[in-house]
Nanobody, 123 residues
Framework: QVQLVESGGGLVQSGGSLRLSCAASGSIVSVNTMDWYRQAPGKQREWVALITNGGNTNYADSVKGRFTVSRANAENTVYLQMNSLKPEDTAIYYC?????????????????WGQGTQVTVSS
């Protein structure tokens, strides 16, 4: 069974930084793509960033230039470095994938979500 576990959230002042981690486990050979999403109180979940197993990245306009997504392929772990945080970045952050290679060697296109980690930015 695939599990995604986030960590690294917390409370930070405006202008500060946090680094989120998402570790994938469960007979995984490779995580082809991993996304980060966030959901603020009273709002819909929104896409934040994506990284492929080749290291290609894409970002929502609202975080471009401030957030950086990276990965450690050997550990099936993805990171989200968040700098210059703003109060409007306050949300629960989730990692997500629907593009995995499972052992022994099969493509898994099911949706998997982490449990979420709270990020709170005070003004």
């Amino acid at each position: 069974q695939v599990q995604l576990v986030e960590s690294g959230g917390g409370l930070v002042q405006s202008g500060g930084s946090l680094r989120l981690s998402c570790a994938a486990s469960g007979s995984i050979v490779s995580v082809n793509t991993m996304d980060w999403y966030r959901q603020a109180p009273g709002k819909q979940r929104e896409w934040v960033a994506l990284i492929t197993n080749g290291g290609n990245t894409n970002y929502a306009d609202s975080v471009k230039g401030r957030f950086t997504v990276s990965r450690a392929n050997a550990e099936n772990t993805v990171y989200l470095q968040m700098n210059s945080l703003k109060p409007e970045d306050t949300a629960i952050y989730y990692c997500h994938t629907n593009n995995l290679i499972r052992a022994p060697w099969r493509v898994d296109r099911n949706d998997y979500w982490g449990q979420g980690t709270q990020v709170t930015v005070s003004s």
